[in-house]
Structures are given as structure tokens and as C-alpha cells.
């Protein structure tokens, strides 16, 4: 019987994490929505664990419908069965406004969970969201949420959202340089991918943080100390140019013949064939992808 799943990501990447499942799980019917993805699959395989665009996967254990705007109909909550566990949390969010709050929606699934409920980290993570009037109730598949990577043992400041950092990379589909790479998530993303990638940044301390995150991956990268300014012509740039500090996009002459850029608004850059906003910590950053 197949297994429904739900897998949530960053707003603006859906259709790269949808391109990413089909190449890992080989599917062709994904459907996307808000800052998600759904799809079936035989069975649960490991494969669901290596999506590196994705935030965290979830399998689908019941759909209810009639689940509107209304707290009363919180109550149709309450005929689910979803068994038992030693522990477990729970995580809720809604499209739209409704008369309740996440909190009283998180309480209305928790009390058909039998077990102790705990804030986080329990045996059980239940996800509850609802669009239109229909409730969604899917369970962590993971020990914890796949965003989390075990390699982040250093981090500095501006580091890039690991699946935000997967997606560009893929984006960029080929070997590339990131020269602001802070701690490294662009490149070891990219690496991961299967893509050879080397950094290097202006800040020593940064530059010894992604080769303890790359070790930490089990990666081999080659980082340096340099100023971007001074980088040498190379066929690939991916990279976030640190907000408010660096000089603007359009007036770093990055030599490159592809460029994959995450700033803070549009770059203003000749030769742009892709451009779109994407949701960053709540705010709104703009991917640019540039042929010259």
C-alpha cells in the first residue's frame, strides 16, 4: 500500500525540492503547495532522508476535512485515533485566519495521542497543518527535523539555511566557488550534492569554521583566506554576499561565467535568466542566476 508523505520547505524553493525528490525517488507525481511538497512511495526508504532541500519529511497518518475557520470545529479532531507513544510533541500551523490559535489547534490533535507530552524531542513528532478545511496530521520520519545538519559544529553570522544552500547549489548544477563562504554551507552543501566546490572568505575565523563544519561532514574542501574582490576568473560563483556589509551585488566584479547569488534585494546584474524571492528567517531575499 503506498505510503502518503509530506515533506516542508523554505517558501520560493518548493520547485527545486520538487526536481530534487523526483531525481532521488524517482517520481514523477509530486504535487507542491505553501512551502510543501506531496507525494506517495512504496515504502519508506532511506532515500527520503538524504533530500537536502527539504526542511523534514513526514508521513501522512490522517487527513480530516471540515477542520474550518471556526474553533468548534476543532472538536472533529477529536475522533482521531493516533495510537500511542512514550512521548511525543506537537507542531501546528494554518493558511489564513481563522477564530484559534496554533496553540488550541496543537491541543486538539494532541488529545487523540495517547502517552506523555512533552515540548520537543519526543519519540513521536505529530505536524498538524491546515489549508482551507482541510487538517493534515503526518509524523516526523527522522529523529529530528532534516534541516539540522549533524555537520553544523561552527557557525558565524549569516549562515545560510542548509536546504536554502542545497537548492542554489543545485541551481548552479556544476563545479563551483564561493567566495563569501562564511562557514562553509554553500560549498559542503554543494559537495554533498556531488559537486566539486572549493570557498574562501575575507575572515580567517570563518574560514577555520567551515573546515571544522567540512570535517565534520566527512568532506574534503578546499577553503581559503582571500578577499573576493581579488578572485581570479572561474566558470561557477555560488554565494550569499554578506548583507549590509559587502558592497552591493552589481558592483562586485565577480569573473564568472554563471553566477547563483542569494542577496538581500534584486542585484541589478546584466544577462539574468532566473530570478525569484524566497522567504530567509522571515525575511525576503531574492535568488539571481546569471549566464553571461
Not at 514523477?28 to 512504496?42: A, D, M, N, Q, T
Not at 525569484?276 to 539571481?288: D, E, K, P, S, W
Request: proline letters at 6%.
Amino acid at each position: 500500500m503506498p505510503v502518503s508523505m509530506l515533506a516542508r520547505t523554505l517558501r520560493g524553493i518548493e520547485w527545486i525540492a520538487r526536481d530534487e525528490a523526483r531525481s532521488r525517488l524517482g517520481l514523477e507525481r509530486i504535487e507542491l503547495g505553501h512551502r510543501e511538497l506531496r507525494f506517495s512511495v512504496p515504502e519508506l526508504v532511506p532515500e527520503l532522508l538524504e533530500l537536502g532541500t527539504v526542511d523534514d519529511v513526514f508521513q501522512i497518518l490522517a487527513e480530516v476535512d471540515g477542520v474550518t475557520r471556526r474553533r468548534e470545529s476543532l472538536a472533529r479532531l477529536a475522533s482521531l485515533d493516533l495510537g500511542a507513544a512514550p512521548t511525543f510533541d506537537v507542531t501546528a500551523s494554518f493558511l489564513g485566519k481563522r477564530n484559534y490559535n496554533r496553540f488550541e489547534l496543537e491541543d486538539a490533535v494532541a488529545a487523540s495521542m495517547g502517552g506523555m507530552r512533552v515540548a520537543r524531542h519526543g519519540a513521536v513528532s505529530l505536524r498538524i497543518h491546515v489549508v482551507g478545511e482541510v487538517a493534515t496530521v503526518a509524523a516526523r520520519i527522522a529523529s529530528r527535523p532534516l534541516h539540522r545538519r549533524a555537520y553544523r559544529v561552527d557557525t558565524v553570522p549569516g549562515s545560510v539555511h542548509p536546504p536554502l544552500a542545497r537548492a542554489l547549489a543545485l541551481l548552479a548544477g556544476a563545479p563551483f566557488v564561493d567566495p563569501f563562504c562564511g562557514a562553509g554551507t554553500i560549498p559542503i552543501e554543494g559537495a554533498l550534492a556531488g559537486l566539486s566546490t572549493r570557498g574562501s572568505d575575507i575572515d580567517s575565523r570563518a574560514v577555520q569554521a567551515a573546515r571544522r563544519n567540512a570535517g565534520a561532514a566527512g568532506l574534503r574542501i578546499p577553503f581559503s583566506v582571500a578577499d573576493a574582490a581579488g578572485m581570479a576568473p572561474v566558470e561557477c560563483v555560488v554565494a550569499n554576499p554578506p548583507w549590509g556589509k559587502a558592497v552591493p551585488a552589481a558592483q562586485v566584479d565577480l569573473q564568472a561565467r554563471r553566477l547563483v547569488l542569494l542577496t538581500f534585494g534584486p542585484t541589478g546584474l546584466d544577462h539574468i535568466v532566473h530570478e525569484q524571492a524566497v522567504r530567509v528567517h522571515g525575511a525576503l531575499a531574492t535568488i539571481t542566476v546569471v549566464e553571461r
